[in-house]
């Protein structure tokens, strides 16, 4: 009459499905993207100091706080432990300061401008700097300095 097919079985009698291939795994593997994000995190630790624009100088340290971010590039004086002007990273004679500043402010929206002076620099030479500053038209000048210097309360 009719041949019956005859199916073994293993693991003691019971059927796998497909060809021997087990489950999928239903848990999500996050090791690899904890690893790219720990990567990408020791990047951006190392490339954010290097991303800041300046002269190196010793600024002298003060418990003010920082000054609210602008939509625009802030625009840098520093005064180097030498006494050389530059302005952002470009060094300017002083006697072509203000000229270079008056240039400077015609082309932007802010009056906005950020002076950095080493701490060895002599007071005078900040004022006649910022003077400069204020002739060249920029009324808005912030003095960059460190934090954790002294408050010179009675509580600090």
Same mark, same amino acid.
């Given at each position: 009459m009719g041949a019956?097919?005859?199916?073994?079985?293993? !693991?003691?009698? #019971? =059927? #796998? =499905?497909?060809?021997? #291939? +087990? =489950?999928p795994m239903a848990e999500i593997n996050v090791t690899p993207f904890v690893d790219v994000m720990l990567v990408l995190l020791i990047i951006f630790m190392v490339a954010a100091p &290097?991303?800041?624009?300046?002269?190196?100088?010793? &600024?002298? #340290?003060?418990? /003010? +706080? /920082?000054l609210p971010t602008e939509q625009e590039e802030p625009l840098t004086v520093t005064i180097t432990p030498e006494g050389t002007v530059m302005l952002q990273t470009t060094e300017i004679p002083t006697e072509q300061l203000v000229s270079r500043l008056r240039a400077v402010a015609a082309e932007r929206e802010s009056t906005r401008i950020f002076l950095r002076a080493d701490g060895a620099v002599p007071? +005078? &030479?900040?004022?006649?700097?910022?003077? /400069?500053?204020?002739?060249?038209?920029? /009324?808005?000048?912030? &003095?960059?300095? !460190?934090?954790?210097g002294p408050t010179l309360d009675e509580d600090g």
């Open positions: 019956g097919v005859v199916q073994k079985t293993g !693991d003691n009698g #019971r =059927r #796998r =499905r497909g060809r021997g #291939r +087990s =489950r &290097l991303m800041t624009v300046g002269v190196p100088v010793e &600024l002298p #340290r003060t418990a /003010a +706080s /920082a007071y +005078s &030479l900040v004022m006649q700097v910022m003077g /400069a500053l204020n002739r060249g038209g920029f /009324a808005n000048i912030g &003095l960059v300095t !460190d934090t954790g």
